[in-house]
């Protein structure tokens, strides 16, 4: 396949949305940063993408059914998952099945529930799935980060798959958002189960503790990172309570990467509050495991992936994008890099007139072919 590097152009009245949401969020934000947030990112303020134009996270299809659906990992834990199959499938057959997986942070009915949804309209069998410490799936402590069980549900959901009549169990891919698509590549590096992988608004969490957005972390900060881990372990091994880090800050604060997950996971646009978390802390992880990202390489030998393709969909205007063009340098073909026109990272989490969802049905359609 021919390395391809594609544009979706979104329409003028959507960028016009986006010049007034930019002003509203603008002129809302309270301009006292979230603890932890900025210096994670180590970026200044500017204008915040619009998120509300054509956001429908909470989307459900007359056309699928939706189950939930519970299997083992291979550590014995469980993982939830909604299964999506189309109303009109013909299930003395066989058909391609995809794994959605959410955003780092969230569950599955953040982003994945949606994707899932649109793709099993399509004809393929989807299930979007809780990875371990979050949602429904299982783990302890809540909100853990764990890159290896991670990469380990990927594995479990082709398992169950595999034992559906009307999946064939050559035929399976991955779609990955935010964080889940460096989680959705490590698993692909090691199952050759996984046929085909799309990433969206992808988010290596290795590199970004390690260097910084653009690199701009320095080494004190870096090693003032490990040193809060440490600290906290310790304190939490004499009885303290669980501490959490970075995730969407909970009211605005004008940093114009801060304000774009807010406007995502703290308002009724997106906003899922899991039985087990509290408003103030969804969709953080713990201080103390989420140090483990440090040592998470997912692009390292990501050429062994080969000849299986690699779909890498950014917006363009994403403060993310940097990742998906890292991730497209170091896989070899067959590979694509698509750019969506306009769209910043959280964008592509629900805006529907911006998701190139056909996209997505070509490559699946090709490389997920009997």
């Not at 990172?225 to 004008?254: D, M, W």
Request: with cysteine; charged share 20%.
């Amino acid at each position: 396949m021919t390395q391809r590097n594609d544009v979706e152009r979104s329409s003028a009245s959507v960028l016009a949305v986006d010049a007034d949401r930019r002003n509203l969020l603008k002129a809302t934000a309270a301009g006292v940063a979230a603890l932890g947030f900025t210096s994670m990112f180590n970026l200044s303020h500017a204008e915040a993408q619009d998120m509300s134009n054509g956001a429908d996270n909470f989307y459900k299809s007359d056309k699928a059914t939706l189950e939930k659906v519970t299997f083992k990992t291979a550590y014995n834990t469980d993982v939830i998952g909604n299964q999506h199959v189309a109303k009109n499938l013909d299930r003395n057959a066989k058909h391609p099945a995809i794994i959605v997986s959410h955003p780092m942070g969230a569950v599955k009915e953040q982003s994945a529930n949606l994707y899932a949804a649109k793709m099993a309209e399509q004809g393929f069998v989807t299930i979007a799935i809780d990875l371990p410490f979050w949602g429904e799936s299982d783990g302890q402590p809540r909100q853990a980060v764990s890159p290896d069980f991670y990469a380990e549900a990927y594995s479990a959901a082709a398992d169950y798959l595999g034992t559906l009549p009307y999946v064939d169990p050559e035929r399976i891919g991955v779609i990955g958002i935010c964080g889940s698509g460096a989680f959705a590549l490590s698993a692909v590096k090691i199952d050759p189960r996984l046929k085909a992988a799309a990433t969206v608004s992808m988010y290596d969490h290795g590199t970004l503790y390690r260097k910084g957005l653009g690199g701009k972390q320095t080494r004190e900060e870096y090693h003032a990172f490990l040193a809060g881990a440490a600290k906290q372990r310790v304190a939490e091994s004499k009885g303290a309570a669980i501490a959490y880090t970075a995730g969407a800050p909970i009211a605005l604060t004008g940093n114009a990467i801060g304000d774009e997950f807010y406007d995502f996971y703290r308002t009724p646009r997106g906003e899922v509050t899991p039985a087990y978390a509290s408003p103030k802390t969804s969709t953080m992880p713990t201080v103390a495991t989420n140090v483990k990202f440090a040592n998470f390489y997912p692009l390292e030998d990501l050429d062994t992936v080969s000849p299986r393709p690699l779909l890498f969909i950014a917006g363009d205007q994403a403060h993310s994008r940097e990742f998906s063009e890292l991730a497209f340098a170091k896989a070899v073909e067959p590979k694509e890099l698509h750019w969506v026109r306009g769209a910043g990272h959280v964008d592509l989490y629900d805006r529907v007139n911006l998701i190139p969802f056909d996209k997505l049905k070509a490559f699946f359609d090709l490389h997920l072919s009997a």
